[in-house]
Structures are given as structure tokens and as C-alpha cells.
């Protein structure tokens, strides 16, 4: 039962590089999303997506991208890294709707300098 | 502007006793409110949820409170364990509004105490 995968799970960036975090699902979810969270803060949303070929922008989009060509994956890619960027990455998947439980992947640490 | 918000960053609790997180909202909008669980190097994991129609459920160890005139929720584990030490987020969402998913709270570190 893998439920939500992300790759890698650690990754440095030098500044100006660009990036793609991988994930994927196989609860047939179609609400997927991207959050970030800094330390000691809360988990912030970057983007998130309906369905495939539907997207929408979080609290915090820029520096990002994302695309949605099947139900499973949902990448998101990171343009001209930036030290700002260096977080802690979350996948995650869930059915919508009332009651809404999102359920998360383990997590990307990625490091920019 | 906060809409959700854990005021302790931290608390210490003693293994067997009552451990008592909270959390405020300030969006009476809100109508569901989750809590979850996250040890580190790990992803969230849910743990209990409450939806607006409710002011109590329960789950063995783990009971939330809603208290809706005051936008207040917590957590209450009793007893609790050792394996209860992790950072745990309020997170709350609005069944008539977007898909954009939870709001979460900043989160606090509990640590059970043997």
C-alpha cells in the first residue's frame, strides 16, 4: 500500500538550477496537491489540482510549476532555484469533497545554495 | 494574517497524564477541522477529524472538542505515551469554498515525558 511517493527525498540545489520533484498516487485520488513547509512554520499550499489537465494556484505559486497529465502524477517543477526555495516539499492526494483527509507523502528536503 | 493558530510551539507532558492541545480559527466559515500527527523525517499523518455539526469525537486515546462560538478546537490524548512525542497540526477546511485543500496551523511539539 504505497498510498503517496515523492523523489528524492533529498536533493541540493545550487542557485539557478531547476528541478523537478516527483509524485505519484495510487488511491485514485483526483485532488492532488503541493504544500512546503519552512521551519517552524505550517504547511503552506504552492499548487494544487483537480484533476488531470487541471491546475490552480496555491497561497505561494511563484518559483513554481506543475502539470497534471494523469490522474497519478502530479510533478512540480522549480525554475531558477533560489536559497528562498530551501524547504521541506509535500505531495499530497485525497478524494475532495466535505470531510476532505488528505493524506501526505513522506516529504522532499531540498536544500538551494 | 493567521486564519489558523497554534499558540504553544511546544508543550511537555508527563507519560500517563492528559495532554491538551489547542487551536483557534477565525473564519466561522470553517467547517471541518482535522488534526494531524507528524514525526520527523516523516510525512503528516491524519489522526482525528470533527466536522461542524459536532462538538465532540472520539477515537480511543485521541478526543477533539469543537467549540464553535469561540473558534476553538483540541486535542485532548489521554493517557499519554511515549510514542504520542511528534509535532501535531490543526488544520481546518471549508466544504463551500475552493478545492485548495486545508488551512494548517504552525504546529506544536509535543513531547511525552517518562
Known amino acids: 500500500n504505497a498510498g503517496v511517493t515523492q523523489t528524492p527525498k533529498f536533493r541540493i540545489l545550487k542557485i539557478g538550477q531547476s528541478m523537478t520533484l516527483q509524485c505519484t498516487q495510487d488511491?485514485?485520488?483526483?485532488?492532488m496537491y503541493w504544500y512546503r513547509q519552512d521551519p517552524g512554520m505550517g504547511l503552506k499550499l504552492i499548487y494544487y489540482?483537480?484533476?488531470?489537465?487541471?491546475?490552480d494556484k496555491g497561497e505561494v505559486p511563484n518559483g513554481y510549476n506543475v502539470s497534471r497529465s494523469t490522474t497519478e502524477d502530479f510533478p512540480l517543477r522549480l525554475e531558477l532555484a533560489a536559497p528562498s526555495q530551501t524547504s521541506v516539499y509535500f505531495c499530497?492526494?485525497?478524494?475532495?469533497?466535505?470531510?476532505?483527509?488528505?493524506?501526505f507523502g513522506e516529504g522532499s528536503w531540498l536544500t538551494v545554495v | 494574517d493567521q486564519q489558523v493558530k497554534q499558540n504553544s510551539p511546544s508543550l511537555s507532558v508527563q507519560e500517563g497524564r492528559i495532554s491538551i492541545l489547542n487551536c483557534d480559527y477565525t473564519n466561522s466559515m470553517f467547517d471541518y477541522f482535522l488534526w494531524y500527527k507528524k514525526y520527523p523525517a516523516e510525512g503528516p499523518t491524519f489522526l482525528i477529524s470533527?466536522?461542524?455539526?459536532?462538538d465532540k469525537n472520539e477515537d480511543g486515546r485521541f478526543t477533539v472538542f469543537l467549540n464553535k462560538s469561540a473558534k476553538h478546537l483540541s486535542l485532548h490524548i489521554v493517557p499519554s505515551q511515549p510514542g504520542d512525542s511528534a509535532v501535531y497540526f490543526c488544520a481546518v477546511g471549508d466544504s463551500g469554498g475552493g478545492a485548495d485543500g486545508l488551512t494548517f496551523g504552525k504546529g506544536t511539539h509535543l513531547i511525552i515525558q517518562p
Open positions: 489540482s483537480v484533476g488531470a489537465g487541471i491546475t
Open positions: 499530497a492526494s485525497s478524494t475532495g469533497g466535505f470531510g476532505n483527509t488528505i493524506y
Open positions: 470533527i466536522s461542524s455539526i459536532k
Open positions: 488511491m485514485n485520488h483526483n485532488y
